[in-house]
């Protein structure tokens, strides 16, 4: 289990941007290597992207934020594509799947919120997921964080 966040790179137009994608392209390569031991690896963390337009409530208000450009998501399916499984999409694969709510214009109450807290599996250990789920209750508890818990559970 590797706990990991990820830079936000805002905004965009500054160094803060290709550190991101720099920082992606490391975990990349990182997350290749481990891969080779075929054993059961679960990254697990905020990784400050939105993946897909479903990810977000209203994908238009991300267009020009790190989190959902075009280079950002590449990034995030080339780790996908070396064989990861987003444990949350695996089981729940609809739009309205949100693990952040701003503390700004009520989002939490409107549900305006966006999937960036991802668990992504190996293949050893996707053969092993039992259930996944967003604990999206703890959000409303008395000072809660803007993040709320991504669980699973593997036998």
Do not use: C
């Amino acid at each position: 289990m590797v706990s990991l966040y990820l830079p936000n790179g805002n905004p965009i137009d500054t160094e803060k941007f290709p550190y991101k994608l720099r920082w992606m392209e490391r975990l990349e390569r990182w997350a290749e290597s481990r891969l080779a031991l075929e054993e059961p690896l679960v990254l697990a963390g905020d990784y400050n992207v939105i993946a897909e337009p479903k990810d977000a409530k209203h994908p238009e208000a991300w267009v020009n934020d790190a989190l959902f450009q075009p280079e950002t998501r590449q990034a995030f399916r080339r780790l996908e594509n070396l064989g990861f499984t987003d444990a949350i999409r695996s089981v729940a694969d609809e739009a309205g799947i949100y693990t952040f709510w701003d503390y700004q214009a009520g989002a939490w109450q409107k549900n305006n919120g966006i999937h960036i807290d991802h668990l992504m599996l190996s293949p050893e250990a996707a053969n092993r997921l039992e259930s996944a789920s967003i604990e999206k209750h703890v959000r409303a508890w008395e000072k809660p964080s803007d993040h709320v818990p991504v669980a699973i559970s593997i036998i």
